[in-house]
């Protein structure tokens, strides 16, 4: 299943600069997901996060990874953020940076369902540039109902 960036804001609430997902090229319901991220040397980060030698913030790729989770969450229950609902990051376990990430780089956005009970599910990732690892981490995330 192939997502768009026009698709992929249905399913993700979040806007520039924060949309950290640009196309999903495959996705097992209630199983994995396979998104990119294009690093762009114009993201607002790079400003100020190693200027003279610009590298995307770890946090920022835990980030893209979570809203990879939160995609193929919302397509495992068959939910949209407009039905209000949303996907929290409510924890990160054994998270490892092997390699900067950089602009003009590919992110490779990789996550697989450990396990999901009551609206809370975790997650193997893994964001992989031209096959190298760049982190792994086990991602929670929690579903909920915002007014």
């Excluded at 190693?50 to 790729?61: A, E, S, Y």
């Excluded at 490779?108 to 031209?130: Q, S």
Aim: neutral net charge; contains cysteine; charged residues 25%.
């Amino acid at each position: 299943m192939v997502m768009d960036i026009n698709e992929i804001r249905e399913y993700l609430p979040h806007r520039y600069p924060f949309l950290l997902v640009d196309r999903v090229v495959e996705l097992g319901v209630g199983e994995f997901i396979v998104a990119y991220k294009n690093v762009s040397i114009n993201e607002p980060f790079f400003n100020g996060h190693f200027p003279h030698h610009p590298i995307m913030p770890g946090v920022l790729i835990i980030e893209a990874l979570a809203q990879a989770c939160g995609i193929l969450g919302f397509k495992t229950v068959n939910k949209l953020p407009a039905d209000g609902y949303v996907y929290y990051l409510v924890g990160s376990d054994n998270a490892r940076f092997k390699r900067p990430v950089m602009p003009g780089d590919q992110l490779r956005l990789e996550a697989r369902v450990i396990r999901g009970k009551r609206g809370i599910w975790k997650f193997a990732c893994r964001a992989t540039v031209d096959g190298e690892l760049a982190c792994e981490a086990d991602i929670i995330c929690a579903e909920r109902k915002v007014a």
